[in-house]
């Protein structure tokens, strides 16, 4: 089983509309969850933290259920520079803090 | 803004070749690390680095890769004879926990190409 799962897309959505990405992850010790974005051949850029009570940054909600250990992303009203990867992001409880990534869910907002 | 800075932006060598890839991380982080990805797939653990030694290193991370510190401010990445699939972005990332621990600072990586 792949430790952080993600569906791969494309989701393709006009501009404006409402898109949710899920993930699933593996390892029940996983201690800090994450969304990264990556545009297309670049780093990737955090773009929140996810939080057991839910969290909300603008147009922006992520949810994290621990016991179904799910993972959500809410992006509302769609803008063509949400365009890219969103990969979904996990730190264990080792000491080197390392992260472990989901292969990304690619978001094509047309116009 | 503080950021992570990567030399050289594309590197391009023959099979069985070293190459040296460098980066800068910020100035203030303590932990350090490698990241890969190979064209069209995901950005895979390498190798962490923290008080000057390595303190996690993955599969991935054999007897042909190795890290330093050299002088402070420089953290490198080795490959000592490169292969054909070690063509790939190579990403380092610094961070410092007692800000976020998730909140890894990614600088803008390396093309290695290997032909």
């Known amino acids: 089983r792949k430790e952080v799962e993600q569906d791969p897309g494309p989701f393709n959505v006009p501009e404006g509309a409402t898109v949710a990405f899920n993930c699933t992850y593996s390892?029940?010790?996983?201690?800090?969850f994450f969304w990264y974005r990556q545009d297309c051949r670049k780093e990737p850029k955090l773009l929140m933290s996810?939080?057991?009570s839910g969290n909300e940054d603008g147009r922006f909600t992520a949810q994290l259920n621990r016991a179904s250990q799910y993972i959500s992303l809410l992006i509302r009203d769609s803008k063509l520079s949400d365009s890219a990867t969103y990969l979904c992001?996990?730190?264990?409880?080792?000491?080197?803090?390392?992260?472990?990534f989901g292969s990304g869910t690619r978001l094509l907002v047309r116009p | 803004e503080p950021e992570v800075t990567q030399t050289p932006s594309h590197q391009v060598t023959q099979m069985g070749q070293e190459v040296i890839l460098r980066c800068v991380p910020i100035?203030?982080?303590?932990?350090f690390y490698w990241y890969r990805q190979i064209l069209g797939q995901k950005v895979e653990f390498l190798v962490s680095?923290?008080?000057?030694?390595?303190?996690?290193k993955s599969e991935i991370f054999d007897d042909q890769f190795s890290v330093e510190r050299p002088d402070g401010s420089n953290f490198t990445l080795k490959i000592r004879s490169t292969k054909l699939e070690d063509s790939a972005m190579y990403f380092c990332a610094s961070i410092s926990p007692a800000i976020s621990p998730g909140e890894q600072y990614f600088g803008p990586g390396t093309r290695l190409t290997v032909t």
């Open positions: 992001v996990v730190n264990g409880r080792d000491s080197s803090y390392k992260l472990i």
């Open positions: 390892n029940s010790a996983s201690q800090s």
């Open positions: 996810v939080y057991s």
């Open positions: 680095f923290y008080n000057n030694e390595i303190s996690e």
């Open positions: 100035s203030n982080h303590l932990y």
